[in-house]
């Protein structure tokens, strides 16, 4: 049987949110700002949309675009609470609702639509509760298909307020209406490289010989891409409060500009895996494996395996500068720095690890549970390694996606955690 798939998605979120909060802003343009960072638009309402403001975008590029468009900082927690309400009214019509982002869900109601009529009436009762119990300034455009790659992308295909389904029978009609970019997947530079090898439309992509793929994106991602083609996806919705296994955990962070001075951009990358190893420790996790980007002036993307497992900030920092040596990487005076990566991988549970009985070890990992805790009770960072110290604070901006990613491991893990620092706006 074929599974009923829902994708959920707010229409200008956090813009619709704010409307809905303050009357004044309705029928207005208006650009919702990065808290710390008044720099960014990370969100604009439809009015502002139909205006011309993309939903991510400078400041100063929006004003240009739109004079009397109003900024307004973000408020996540305000926006968090929203989307708890509409969880809990999606819960109602089945077990089945993955968090995608703070403004998503996908929903599999197909054990459940016949209970509620059909799936329609479903639909139209999660509309009806939202205008009711969260507001009628606030609206939800919704997809329909037999799996979740369908489903997005149908969601996207009749806003605001719509509802759109894709089937087998207007699969092919939907493929030749639709850019590459609208499938989730399928970023810029992704994209760009579909277009290097001839397939510049998702019909093209649907014909094109897997080897093709393979040979240019490599196996995992070539097989990805053939299966976007095709309008196939297996994956299932993972109920959000059942925790995912976590594969890997990485940063990124982009430097406010080109950085020269090699003392930040190591305080940066330290930092970077301070992030991670708090991420690991909450987890309860320890990796094998570490991975670093560089890219400026000049560029390195390598890992290494290292024999022993680690969950500290200074490890991976310590296996960061083992890849950087290896790879003969140096930084000469005239060298600059913008963009940084981290991640770590080959996790296991550290629970699964035997402890060290070195009395050395023993102390570091009391430590550092000390410091996780006061961190988790206060904030992130507020203990700080002392090369840290003299270190200006990182000048991150969080972005819509990451919050979402951060807020969803909020809600898995019930972990309070106070501040986030997320990096990397396009
Ligand atoms: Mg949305």
Redesign the pocket.
């Given at each position: 049987m074929d599974r009923i798939i829902l994708h959920i998605?707010?229409?200008?979120?956090f813009a619709s949110v704010e409307q809905q909060l303050n009357p004044k802003l309705r029928g207005k343009p208006i650009g919702v700002t990065a808290q710390n960072g008044r720099t960014c638009i990370i969100a604009a309402s439809r009015e502002a949309k139909k205006m011309g403001v993309k939903s991510v975008t400078r400041v100063w590029e929006a004003k240009e675009i739109c004079p009397e468009i109003i900024t307004i900082p973000a408020h996540f927690e305000k926006y968090w609470e929203i989307t708890q309400k509409f969880l809990n009214i999606c819960k109602d019509y089945s077990p089945y609702v993955e968090l995608f982002?703070l403004?998503?869900v996908f929903m599999d109601i197909t054990s459940t639509q016949s209970l509620f009529k059909n799936k329609y009436e479903i639909i139209k009762l999660i509309k009806q509760r939202i205008n009711n119990e969260i507001g009628e300034y606030i609206t939800v455009?919704v997809g329909v298909s037999h799996n979740k790659l369908l489903a997005k992308l149908a969601s996207g295909m009749n806003k605001p307020n719509g509802l759109f389904e894709i089937n087998p029978k207007n699969l092919g009609e939907v493929y030749e209406k639709t850019k590459l970019t609208d499938f989730c997947g399928i970023g810029e530079r992704i994209a760009l490289r579909l277009n290097k090898i001839g397939i510049y439309t998702p019909l093209k992509l649907k014909s094109a010989p897997l080897k093709l793929l393979i040979k240019e994106f490599k196996d995992v991602e070539g097989r990805f891409l053939k299966q976007i083609g095709l309008g196939q996806d297996s994956s299932g919705v993972i109920p959000y409060y059942m925790p995912e296994e976590t594969k890997s955990v990485g940063r990124n962070y982009c430097l406010p500009q080109n950085e020269y001075d090699k003392r930040i951009v190591f305080q940066n990358i330290y930092e970077l895996c301070e992030e991670i190893a708090i991420k690991l420790r909450r987890l309860k996790k320890s990796a094998k494996t570490a991975g670093i980007y560089l890219g400026g002036s000049k560029t390195i993307h390598a890992r290494l395996t290292v024999s022993e497992y680690f969950d500290s900030g200074k490890d991976i920092f310590n296996v960061s500068m083992q890849i950087l040596k290896k790879n003969n990487f140096i930084l000469e005076s005239n060298d600059y720095i913008r963009r940084i990566s981290i991640g770590v991988s080959a996790l296991e549970d550290s629970n699964n690890l035997s402890l060290s009985l070195f009395p050395k070890d023993i102390k570091k990992h009391k430590l550092l549970e000390t410091i996780d805790k006061i961190n988790d009770k206060f904030g992130d960072h507020t203990i700080r390694n002392g090369f840290l110290l003299y270190a200006d604070k990182l000048k991150t901006v969080p972005n819509g996606y990451m919050a979402d990613r951060y807020e969803k491991t909020k809600l898995r893990k019930e972990v309070p955690v106070t501040t986030h620092k997320q990096a990397l706006l396009p």
């Amino acid at each position: 049987m074929d599974r009923i798939i829902l994708h959920i998605d707010f229409d200008s979120f956090f813009a619709s949110v704010e409307q809905q909060l303050n009357p004044k802003l309705r029928g207005k343009p208006i650009g919702v700002t990065a808290q710390n960072g008044r720099t960014c638009i990370i969100a604009a309402s439809r009015e502002a949309k139909k205006m011309g403001v993309k939903s991510v975008t400078r400041v100063w590029e929006a004003k240009e675009i739109c004079p009397e468009i109003i900024t307004i900082p973000a408020h996540f927690e305000k926006y968090w609470e929203i989307t708890q309400k509409f969880l809990n009214i999606c819960k109602d019509y089945s077990p089945y609702v993955e968090l995608f982002s703070l403004d998503e869900v996908f929903m599999d109601i197909t054990s459940t639509q016949s209970l509620f009529k059909n799936k329609y009436e479903i639909i139209k009762l999660i509309k009806q509760r939202i205008n009711n119990e969260i507001g009628e300034y606030i609206t939800v455009s919704v997809g329909v298909s037999h799996n979740k790659l369908l489903a997005k992308l149908a969601s996207g295909m009749n806003k605001p307020n719509g509802l759109f389904e894709i089937n087998p029978k207007n699969l092919g009609e939907v493929y030749e209406k639709t850019k590459l970019t609208d499938f989730c997947g399928i970023g810029e530079r992704i994209a760009l490289r579909l277009n290097k090898i001839g397939i510049y439309t998702p019909l093209k992509l649907k014909s094109a010989p897997l080897k093709l793929l393979i040979k240019e994106f490599k196996d995992v991602e070539g097989r990805f891409l053939k299966q976007i083609g095709l309008g196939q996806d297996s994956s299932g919705v993972i109920p959000y409060y059942m925790p995912e296994e976590t594969k890997s955990v990485g940063r990124n962070y982009c430097l406010p500009q080109n950085e020269y001075d090699k003392r930040i951009v190591f305080q940066n990358i330290y930092e970077l895996c301070e992030e991670i190893a708090i991420k690991l420790r909450r987890l309860k996790k320890s990796a094998k494996t570490a991975g670093i980007y560089l890219g400026g002036s000049k560029t390195i993307h390598a890992r290494l395996t290292v024999s022993e497992y680690f969950d500290s900030g200074k490890d991976i920092f310590n296996v960061s500068m083992q890849i950087l040596k290896k790879n003969n990487f140096i930084l000469e005076s005239n060298d600059y720095i913008r963009r940084i990566s981290i991640g770590v991988s080959a996790l296991e549970d550290s629970n699964n690890l035997s402890l060290s009985l070195f009395p050395k070890d023993i102390k570091k990992h009391k430590l550092l549970e000390t410091i996780d805790k006061i961190n988790d009770k206060f904030g992130d960072h507020t203990i700080r390694n002392g090369f840290l110290l003299y270190a200006d604070k990182l000048k991150t901006v969080p972005n819509g996606y990451m919050a979402d990613r951060y807020e969803k491991t909020k809600l898995r893990k019930e972990v309070p955690v106070t501040t986030h620092k997320q990096a990397l706006l396009p």
